[in-house]
């Protein structure tokens, strides 16, 4: 791999960038591999590029039915933060922060990582206390975040009208400065060249038809579009579609699948300096660097893998939008687009092994999924790897549900269900 | 957005006026102390969140208030069936075929 630097740039400037290499390889599948991981999204290239560069593993492949980063990854309004309420959440998104600080240089690929605060905002005395009780709880596990007056508020985020002649008026918020935005593509771009590079081979364009098990039980490999690919280990990573590969497996999962909808406005020059999100009245809007408007609005109710989405999910967050920042009420949408999230009961993913020997499930990330990709891979990865989780993974197993031991973050997630 | 009806009212209305209420056909234990921690964790939790022809149930609640449940098709949305509350499930495979899938 060519490493991206000044120099490089210089070179090519003088062939007018017609020579710069592919960034990874389009290998066919071999007949074998130790480790397959099955979608080719943020999560599942982090989790090959983490088996590759820390933990020295080489024979690894990721399929996924489509291009990569084609999924989730390329349809989400690229929000990151980690004021979660309790300490094993805090834990494992503090741990993506902290990895997402380092990215671009450990990748050597700019995945615009922008530090430039996410605040949410309260409009109900309930919205008030169950955000101070997460500032509280996230200041003994050691996160940042902070509560701001609606005055406070304003400063921070100019277009906000904090009147309070509108139907939810803004009561305050809860400002975490660390939070920001990412590139999505870039980051699944980065992974795949980085596991690229490593020796992984990313086959696109090859649904996984089947997981294969054997007379004791085990994994045996998975049948492909093209064709039986033999595995020791299988990592399934595809966020809306897993209960339909944890069936092939004979799995069954915690998870419901529910269309989530974004929608990006007309490009504009800089004019919103930070990500503002409210779950209560259902929207959350940042400004791309492309100078579009990213805005996320709600699930719809029931089960669906239609990748879009009622209209009237987008209309009401459009109300809220327009309510909560005047200025943008003559702004055209220039389109709108739905991923399907697969939500747990608790709202917390499932990142671990499975009842199947050699069978690992990294699921249940609903609504935000993004903002955990680099911390993710990391602890999926040693999960594999080892064959027992990481510390910071070990909580959030399948067998929570068995067991009992829940980690509710249902006021936490994004998106009010 | 979805149109739905209701088989107590008779008429098909927006979904708004509907709360869905997740798979249908889900029974309570009739005997939950003598249920192990496997059994209870299904009942509550696992789901077959299928990809295409699926069983739910429905409530109208902004109408008659009443539940129902419906067979529908998770990728195209649309409504093969809506019956009673109490009725047996359909056959979920003869209505995909029926449908085309």
């Known amino acids: 791999m060519a490493r991206y630097s000044f120099l490089e740039l210089a070179k090519n400037a003088f062939s007018a960038h017609k020579n710069w290499g592919r960034q990874w390889r389009a290998p066919e599948p071999k007949a074998e591999y130790d480790i397959v991981i099955v979608g ?36 989400n309004t690229t929000i990151v933060r980690s004021n979660y309420l309790w300490e094993e959440s805090a834990a494992l998104y503090q741990h993506a922060i902290d990895l997402w ?36 709880a996230n200041r003994l596990a050691g996160v940042q975040n902070e509560w701001l007056t609606p005055e406070e508020a304003r400063e921070f985020c100019p277009p906000l009208n904090i009147q309070k002649n509108i139907r939810y008026p803004v009561m305050g918020a809860a400002l975490q400065r660390v939070g920001g935005t990412a590139r999505h593509d870039a980051v699944a771009w980065g992974y795949a060249r980085g596991a690229d590079s490593l020796g992984v081979d ?37 966020a809306g579609h897993t209960s339909v590969l944890m069936e092939m497996a004979g799995v069954r999962v915690p998870l419901e699948s529910n269309p989530l909808q974004a929608l990006v406005s007309e490009p504009v020059k800089p004019a919103f300096p930070c990500v503002v999100m409210s779950n209560t009245i259902h929207a959350y809007i940042s400004q791309s660097d492309k100078g579009e408007l990213v805005i996320g609005a709600g699930t719809d109710q029931f089960v669906s893998y239609s990748q879009t989405g009622g209209i009237h999910i987008t209309t009401h967050t459009i109300d809220a939008i327009c309510e909560l920042f005047p200025m943008f009420r003559r702004m055209r949408m220039l389109r709108n687009w739905g991923g399907i999230v697969d939500v747990t009961p608790d709202r917390s993913p499932i990142i671990g092994k499975t009842p199947v020997p050699g069978l690992y499930v990294n699921c249940g990330w609903g609504t935000g999924g993004f903002k955990a990709t680099p911390g993710s891979g990391h602890v999926f990865a040693h999960t594999i790897a080892k064959d027992e989780p990481h510390p910071i993974n070990a909580p959030f197993t399948l067998d929570r549900f068995r067991t009992g031991r829940l980690i509710d973050e249902a006021a936490a997630a994004a998106v009010a269900h | 957005m979805l149109l739905i009806e209701c088989p107590y009212c008779g008429v098909e209305r927006p979904e708004l006026e509907f709360r869905c209420g997740g798979e249908a056909h889900i029974a309570r234990p009739e005997d939950p102390s003598g249920k192990t921690d496997e059994e209870w964790a299904e009942f509550l939790y696992m789901r077959t969140n299928t990809k295409g022809v699926y069983a ?45 899938k």
């Open chain 1, 40 to 75: 080719a999204g943020g999560h599942g290239l982090a989790t090959a590029y983490y088996l590759a560069s820390e933990h020295g593993l080489k024979n690894i492949a990721v399929l996924d039915k489509g291009w990569l980063g084609g999924g989730n990854t390329g349809r």
């Open chain 1, 101 to 136: 600080e380092g990215l671009s240089q450990e990748l050597n690929y700019n995945v615009m990582y922008s530090q430039r605060g996410v605040m949410m905002l309260a409009h109900t005395v309930h919205d008030i206390q169950v955000f101070k009780r997460h500032i509280h």
């Open chain 1, 202 to 238: 990313i086959i696109q364009n090859c649904a996984v038809t089947g997981i294969r098990r054997g007379a004791d039980g085990a994994v045996e490999g998975v049948e492909t579009a093209k064709g039986f690919i033999k595995a020791k280990k299988v990592g399934v990573v595809a």
């Open chain 2, 56 to 100: 739910e149930r429905w409530r109208h609640i902004h109408g008659c208030g009443r539940f129902f449940n419906a067979v529908r098709d998770t990728v195209s949305d649309k409504f093969l069936k809506i019956y009673k509350a109490g009725e047996p499930m359909p056959d979920l495979a003869s209505l995909a075929k029926e449908a085309g």
